[in-house]
């Protein structure tokens, strides 16, 4: 079983930056396929990006088209820690962003793809 904690959240300007870290315990993070996804007021929560590691490098998987160039997922596995690097951020990116970590075996969008979630950490931005 992983814990997996999110931080960087905040709030900025449309078109600045933030970069979310997501540190996991209890087992490697490289042990898991990891997505972001993130939660508007009144909406589902959607996926943004997803990662996998080949041994203890990690490779993006892919990312929804709203976030697509503007966002980045990487992995560090000497800190057990995803990040997800936000730059030019509008005004629709505001919402709670959440790590999860699921089985490496699947490979699709689907929140039901994944096992554990963090808290998830709020990011707000202002237009």
């Known amino acids: 079983q992983v814990q997996l904690v999110e931080s960087g959240g905040g709030l900025v300007q449309a078109g600045e930056s933030l970069r979310l870290s997501c540190v996991a315990s209890g087992r490697a993070v490289s042990s898991y396929r990891i997505g972001w996804f993130r939660q508007s007021p009144g909406k589902e929560r959607e996926f943004a990006t997803a990662?996998?590691?080949?041994?203890?490098?990690?490779?993006?998987?892919s990312y929804a088209d709203a976030v697509e160039g503007r966002f980045t997922i990487s992995g560090d596995n000497a800190k057990n820690t995803v990040y997800l690097q936000m730059t030019s951020l509008k005004a629709e990116d505001t919402a709670v962003y959440y790590c999860?970590?699921?089985?490496?075996?699947?490979?699709?969008?689907?929140?039901?793809?994944?096992?554990?979630w963090g808290q998830g950490t709020q990011v707000a931005v202002s237009s």
């Open positions: 999860a970590a699921g089985p490496t075996e699947f490979g699709g969008r689907s929140t039901d793809e994944y096992t554990y």
């Open positions: 990662l996998r590691w080949s041994g203890t490098s990690a490779y993006y998987e």
